[in-house]
């Protein structure tokens, strides 16, 4: 069931206090109009004395003269003169006729002001309807641009800010509040991201001195088989904190929004990704394909090289022994850029699948995840918010994965 906006919500209430506020009024009038032509009623209630008779008001006087009365007979009664017993039930009979007539168009009155006054209220209504959406969309306008920033702010857009001008109301100090907040958040993830480029950098310098004191010991003429083998040991150790350093380093770099991109095709990536790991695929006995159409968009060409090198280099290294495909697409719709890989391998739980995005998560059970560092997916999916677009994954029908990355599509 869909829930109401705000702004519907608010232009019904407004709707309601205008439809509440015409009944009220049309029964207040109803009930003022009923009282005066109540007062301005003929009695028929005339009692007559049979010797002096009983003074006719005027109005009464009115309505007997148009009801084809003997005017002599209107005299007599109007200046309290004796009446037979004839006249007087004449007058009376008149007077009975003139209040029904009366009393019958009193109704009639009432009845028009009841059907003209509720076409009014229904009127007014649908007026205040209008006015009630035009008056919620403009004091919802704020929030609406607050709502949009957010938006945009969860896409790691931290340096923007809502701006809000205007009178310093709840709208302004919400906004102002809002822009104190992201200020926060953004100084504390730019420390972060300096902290982890920094650490990297540093630790840069004692891995590289470690690999250079293992391959100097293990190059030594009469080097014991005991001691190459601790040292092969420890350099294959060592390659792989380097290459954690360094996708510790990617991460923090894609963690950004790029300042300025620059055309690039995601075909002509996938063509050079393609061309790096060919090799590695036909060793291990996997079936590495590449296809698709032009697929233009807009960013950092480096990042989104290491975008596809990921993605490819984990299709490749979780597969399955041998007799395994790897396929790379590309594709482009009416506003996206898409680039596709899919990989036979182990069934993968469709529940595990969003945990993959993590960094250092990795399933125990896939092929080769022990060589990985755990920060592959989590670099492309930093690297597609870095460029507006989105990563998604679904387990492949039969065992492995299929990753889709899509950016926004360049003007060609």
């Known amino acids: 069931m869909s829930r109401l ?19 009220a009024l049309l029964a207040v009038t109803y009930v003022l109009m009923d009282a005066t032509l109540d007062r301005q009623k003929i009695s028929a209630s005339v009692v007559f004395d049979g010797k002096t008779g009983a003074q006719l008001p005027a109005a009464a006087k009115e309505v007997l003269s148009g009801l084809a009365i ?51 209220v229904g009127i007014v209504t649908v007026v205040g309807l209008w006015l009630g959406w035009l008056m919620a969309g403009r004091t919802l306008r704020p929030l ?44 504390s993830f730019d420390g972060q991201r300096r902290f982890v480029a920094n650490a990297s950098h540093e630790l840069r310098t004692p891995l590289a001195v470690n690999r250079t004191v293992l391959e100097v010991a293990m190059g030594r003429p ?14 294959e150790v060592n390659a792989r904190h380097e290459r954690l350093i360094d996708g510790l380093l990617t991460l ?7 300042s300025d991109p620059v055309p690039v095709d995601l075909a002509a990536v996938a063509e050079r990704v393609h061309e790096q790991f060919a090799g590695e695929a036909r060793g291990v006995g996997l079936s590495f394909d590449r296809a698709g159409a032009p697929a233009p968009t807009a960013g ?47 069934v993968i739980p469709a529940y595990e699948v969003p945990g993959l995005f ?24 930093s690297v597609a918010r870095a460029h507006g677009g989105e990563v998604t ?6 065992g492995g994965l299929v990753v889709s990355v899509a950016l926004p599509l360049r003007p060609g």
């Open 70 to 120: 003997d005017k002599d007979v209107i005299n007599r009664a109007v200046n309290a003169r004796p009446l037979t017993s004839e006249q007087r039930d004449q007058i009376r009979r008149s007077l009975e006729l003139a209040e029904r007539l009366q009393d019958d168009l009193n109704q009639r009155t009432l009845n028009s002001l009841l059907t003209r006054g509720g076409i009014a």
């Open 5 to 23: 906006t705000v702004r519907a919500k608010l232009t019904m209430t407004y709707g309601l206090v205008f439809l509440v506020a015409g009944v």
């Open 144 to 187: 609406t641009q607050i709502t949009a920033t957010a938006r945009r702010v969860a896409d790691r857009n931290l340096h923007e800010r809502i701006g809000l001008s205007g009178p310093r109301d709840e709208l302004r100090e919400l906004a102002d509040t809002f822009d104190d907040m992201l200020a926060r958040l953004d100084a």
């Open 252 to 258: 923090a770099r894609s963690e950004q929004a790029v």
């Open 222 to 235: 009469g080097a014991p088989p005991e001691l190459v083998r601790l040292g092969e040991t420890l350099l």
């Open 358 to 381: 993590e960094p250092f998560r990795r399933l125990t059970d896939r092929v080769g995840s022990a060589r990985g560092t755990g920060l592959g997916l989590s670099i492309v999916r």
């Open 300 to 346: 950092d060409p480096v990042l989104l090289e290491r975008l596809a090198q990921n993605l490819v280099e984990n299709a490749i290294r979780h597969n399955v022994a041998s007799g395994g495909e790897v396929t790379v697409t590309t594709a482009a719709s009416a506003d996206q850029a898409v680039l596709t890989v899919a990989n036979t391998g182990p």
């Open 393 to 398: 994954a679904h387990p492949r029908h039969g």
